[in-house]
């Protein structure tokens, strides 16, 4: 099946900060990749749907200022989370659509 | 908009069978997904149901009911690496997934 990767797959970041989350697709080319957030022990919910060569379709109650996304070819997908707060600690999650959605590992970010 | 409900916990016993529901409201669909999440870990796949019916694959088996917003996941033969999150997925009108809160499933010797 298709890989997806993600980078990194942990950090920890003061508060205040940025931290800049990578996805890619290695081995095919994604037109549409979404980012996905996970809180302990709950779901996971979307955040935005990132087209290449566009702007990102984002979800409601997701700050775009905050939580800025790139996707600028069609295999690399960047989210940014600007001024790191305690409350933005989570498992960020990236997935690229082939004919299946496919699913990077993960990013664990915690924000002290 | 979209609602997905599925159990929150359920508990088996290895080598049993255990059914996961998931009821779904939605205003577009482009099928139903279900992914088995290890905690800590990216979601796998496990099936995907875009017609009514059954689809079986090796233990893991969905069912598909679109008149009724219903599927339901089976596990055959449970093995205790069974023991996860079980994620109820819809696929909507314009290719967005979204998830259900999940099952957690633990398989006890």
């Known amino acids: 099946g298709a890989v997806v990767s993600q980078h990194p797959s942990w950090v920890i970041c003061k508060s205040g900060t940025s931290v800049k989350i990578e996805c890619r697709s290695l081995?095919?080319?994604?037109?549409?990749m979404f980012w996905y957030r996970q809180f302990p022990k709950q779901s996971l919910m979307l955040m935005a749907t990132?087209?290449?060569?566009?702007?990102?379709?984002?979800e409601q109650g997701v700050e775009k200022d905050k939580f800025l996304i790139n996707h600028a070819s069609l295999t690399l997908s960047t989210l940014t989370v600007t001024s790191a707060h305690p409350e933005d600690s989570s498992f960020y999650i990236c997935?690229?659509?082939?004919?299946?959605?496919?699913f990077g590992p993960g990013t664990r970010l915690t924000v002290t | 908009g979209q609602n997905i409900d599925q159990p929150t916990e359920m508990t088996a016993t290895e080598g049993a069978i255990v059914q996961i529901n998931c009821t779904y409201q939605?205003?577009?669909?482009?099928?139903l997904f279900w992914y088995q999440q290890h905690a800590g870990e990216a979601p796998t796949f496990l099936s995907y149901?875009?017609?009514?019916g059954l689809e079986e694959k090796g233990r893991f088996s969905s069912f598909l009911s679109r008149s009724k917003g219903y599927s339901y996941l089976l596990l055959k033969e449970l093995q205790m690496k069974d023991s996860a999150s079980y994620l109820c997925?819809?696929?909507?009108?314009?290719?967005?997934?979204?998830f259900g809160a999940g099952t957690r499933l633990t398989v006890k010797p």
């Open positions: 997935s690229a659509a082939q004919d299946e959605q496919y």
């Open positions: 081995d095919f080319q994604a037109t549409t």
């Open positions: 990132s087209n290449e060569g566009s702007k990102a379709t984002y």
């Open positions: 939605t205003s577009g669909f482009n099928g």
């Open positions: 149901n875009v017609l009514d």
């Open positions: 997925a819809i696929k909507g009108g314009n290719n967005d997934m979204r």
